[in-house]
């Protein structure tokens, strides 16, 4: 475990040392955080941070990654699509940092390019001789074949998933980098047992980014890691789930995740139903808990518990394999 340790150990010097002049770099440039209007009014105050931190945290996992990790195509396919996801996150934030367009790139083209980039890891994962079309389900020998086009949809919807969830999660400062240290420490834990060393480096190397940007990100915040991070870090995980044959998985370890996304998809579903009624104060649900009088750090942190229950669940799972 001694490049898995070293990994995360490069990633986070690497992030702390880039991160005060990469701080300065972005408010010199003046992208800054755009904050909603119909948010919490605590958040006014954060108008005006940087935004785009998720540079820092793509540097030194990326740089750890090719320096430890074994060169294998799994690599190479992970740093892809992880870097892609990147790409498409920041593209939205400098048309919203630049130009001042609230809603960033186009929600069509945004998709689109999500979409290409999850059937590209879809086709090499159901031809690849290692990997295969077949799902298994946690805590149960039950496996089920997809076959190649029903694995492709369900590469698709596992990627667009997770990377909108880690993006909804991003909402309170050290949420998202916190709860995704915790999913990666978990990942590489899997991707160990499975004897995948290559992407336990991976793994680990994004869990050490994520916590050296904690250091910036933590409350209150002196920097945001934008959708170049919160995407980049989603698809980072569903790379991880796809190429360790571990899909379902992902919906415990990545637990706080789903919960996040399923608070907005209920809040609008009951909305649409009763006519403009909430369960919710807001969504996602740590609005709810905010605008409920919890104080930000507290949040933080009972997400970040959660995030370890739900790692701990996870990895329990792994014993349907011994």
């Known amino acids: 475990m001694f490049h898995e340790v070293y990994s995360a150990l490069l990633a986070f010097i690497t992030v702390i040392i ?29 108008a005006g941070t940087p935004t785009m931190g998720g540079i820092m945290i793509l540097i030194g996992a990326s740089l750890a990654t090719f320096f430890l990790a074994p060169k294998t195509l799994n ?46 890891l879809g086709l090499y994962a159901a031809t690849s001789p290692s990997l295969g079309t077949i799902v298994s389900i946690p805590f149960s020998s039950v496996e089920i074949d997809l076959g190649i086009f029903g694995y492709l949809v369900f590469a698709v919807f596992i990627m667009l998933a997770i990377s909108n969830a880690v993006n909804l999660s991003d909402g309170l400062d050290g949420l998202a980098s916190g709860t995704t240290a915790l999913a990666y420490v978990a990942y590489s834990i899997v991707a160990i047992f499975f004897g995948k060393h290559d992407l336990a480096v991976f793994s680990s190397s994004f869990a050490g980014a994520c916590i050296g940007f904690s250091w910036f990100n933590c409350h209150p915040a002196e920097i945001m890691m934008g959708d170049t991070g919160s995407l980049a870090l989603g698809a980072a995980l569903g790379s991880l789930a796809i190429l360790t044959k571990t899909e379902l998985l992902l919906i415990i370890i990545g637990g706080v995740f789903v919960l996040e996304a399923l ?24 609005h709810h808990f905010e605008l409920s009088g919890w104080k930000e750090p507290k949040i933080v942190t009972r997400f970040w518990i959660l995030g370890l229950v739900f790692s701990i669940l996870g990895l329990l799972a792994l014993l349907k394999f011994q």
Do not use: C, E, N
């Not at 770099?25 to 006014?44: C, E, N, V």
């Not at 699509?81 to 609230?102: E, K």
């Not at 608070?263 to 740590?286: A, C, D, E, N």
């Open 263 to 286: 608070s907005v998809i209920i809040q609008v579903i009951y909305f649409k139903l009763t006519g403009g009624k909430r369960i919710f104060r807001m969504s996602p649900v740590h």
């Open 18 to 46: 880039i991160g005060p002049t990469s701080i300065k770099i972005l408010k010199a440039l003046k992208f800054r955080q755009s904050i909603r209007k119909d948010g919490p009014t605590t958040h006014l105050k954060k």
């Open 75 to 120: 690599i190479s396919w992970a740093l892809f699509i992880t870097l892609g996801f990147g790409a498409i996150g920041l593209t939205d934030d400098f048309i919203i940092a630049v130009f001042r367009r609230s809603l960033g790139l186009k929600a069509r083209y945004k998709l689109a390019f999500q979409i290409l980039l999850s059937i590209l």
